[in-house]
């Protein structure tokens, strides 16, 4: 078992010790914003049963501290089965600079998201995902990163709508914090941020154009692949030799799920993202970064290695060992968020006591040992597994709604 551990030491050290290095030394590059820079912008947030969610996330749109002859919002439904439709097309019959577009058939996020920005004619793209509400200067803190003509997209920080909802939410806070404070330095400090969420980040639409043909004939032998549209398309910009990068001051928010079937779902959604990401761009990695690679190797072979471990500790009798340094390395980070300034920072009801967090130490090798295998052999799936929707549908015309 000791190599094992010193491999997860390795990965520890990489992602949180070196990440946290290389982004106090980087801080510099990371600081230098551009307060004038005031692009046209079209805002572009794909649809699919969001029911009256959708209204919210529009109208919060239409609240941002932007010149509105500068801003534009288009929602792309993808054949939606409930009233979401309905309720976006109201949102745009109250602001003219709002209109609803409706794919043909059920033809996936991106594809959507590519109609929308081939019809629009703005320098700055920003996707938005349909259950997120933007904060009001969220868009200003974005935009005000893009200094240089190769900075090619730059995404926000996300904090949980719910987190005191139950167990499950505030579990996922503190999971959510993690990623984006620690997971991304490394990749942040050298601006080159190999997944960007699509809750809230902002592209340059040339490049966006520029990729456009392999975001469309995006497959695996032959097999067409609509989910993971988030990371292939940051992974895409990074190989193009573009520069992407975070910022923490850009907020927006999202509602966790508040269920075991709706978690695992969506953590089932990312492990194949995961697994396509490093089947397409392994070839890639020697290329970036020497720190980056290995932070890239070290993640493909804990995504492969790690059921094995489970398995072989309890094959062996040695559970309470596996379990212990578990519930003690879970510890440690609910430690960390604890002891975080920017988390004191925040205000009381974005705050989770760090107990919440020992709860995954049952559900993360749960989810490695169930949800990667699963993952694997269902890559050629076509749902919104968030949403319950299997590809095809009903092949209607583009309809723009009223405020085009």
């Keep these: 078992m000791l190599p094992v551990y010193l491999f997860i030491l390795l990965v520890f050290l990489n992602r949180y010790v070196f990440g946290l290095y290389i982004r106090l030394i980087k801080q510099h590059k990371l600081r230098i914003v551009d307060e004038s820079y005031e692009p046209a912008v079209t805002i572009v947030v794909p649809l699919y049963n969001e029911g009256r969610s959708i209204y919210d996330t529009i109208v919060a749109l239409t609240r941002l501290h932007y010149p509105k002859d500068k801003l534009w919002i288009t929602v792309v439904d993808d054949c939606s089965t409930d009233d979401s439709y309905e309720w976006a097309c109201k949102a745009a019959s109250e602001n003219q600079h709002v209109r609803v577009l409706k794919n043909p058939y059920n033809m996936g996020k991106r594809k959507g998201i590519n109609h929308a920005v081939r019809e629009a004619n703005t320098e700055i793209i920003v996707s938005v995902d349909s259950d997120v509400i933007v904060h009001p200067k969220a868009l200003r803190e974005l935009l005000k990163h893009f200094t240089e003509p190769d900075i090619a997209a730059v995404g926000g920080r996300i904090h949980v709508s719910n987190p005191n909802e139950n167990w499950l939410t505030k579990l996922q806070t503190i999971k959510y914090y993690f990623g984006q404070e620690h997971l991304k330095n490394l990749e942040n400090g050298l601006q080159s941020v190999l997944c960007l969420s699509g809750c809230l980040t902002a592209y340059r639409r040339h490049v966006l154009m520029e990729l456009e043909p392999i975001l469309e004939n995006r497959n695996i032998l032959g097999v067409p692949i609509k989910y993971g549209e988030d990371r292939f398309l940051t992974h895409q910009i990074v190989r193009k ?164």
């Excluded at 319950?388 to 092949?395: I, R, S, T, V």
């Design 241 to 404: 030799g573009y520069r992407t990068m975070m910022t923490m001051d850009a907020v927006c928010f999202t509602k966790a799920p508040a269920n075991l079937k709706g978690y695992f779902s969506q953590q089932l959604r990312w492990k194949r993202s995961n697994i396509v990401d490093f089947i397409v761009n392994i070839g890639h990695a020697w290329k970036l970064h020497p720190l980056l690679c290995l932070q890239y190797a070290s993640m493909l072979l804990l995504l492969l290695v790690y059921p094995f471990v489970i398995i072989t500790n309890v094959a062996r009798g040695e559970f309470f060992e596996l379990a212990m340094f578990h519930v003690a390395l879970i510890a440690m980070f609910g430690m960390i968020y604890y002891l975080a300034p920017s988390v004191r920072k925040l205000p009381p009801w974005l705050r989770v006591h760090p107990i919440s967090f020992l709860p995954m130490a049952v559900l993360m090798p749960v989810a490695y040992l169930l949800l990667t295998p699963l993952g694997l052999f269902t890559l050629d799936t076509s749902s919104w597994e968030t949403r319950g929707h299997q590809g095809g549908g009903p092949a209607t015309a583009p309809v723009p709604g009223a405020g085009k």
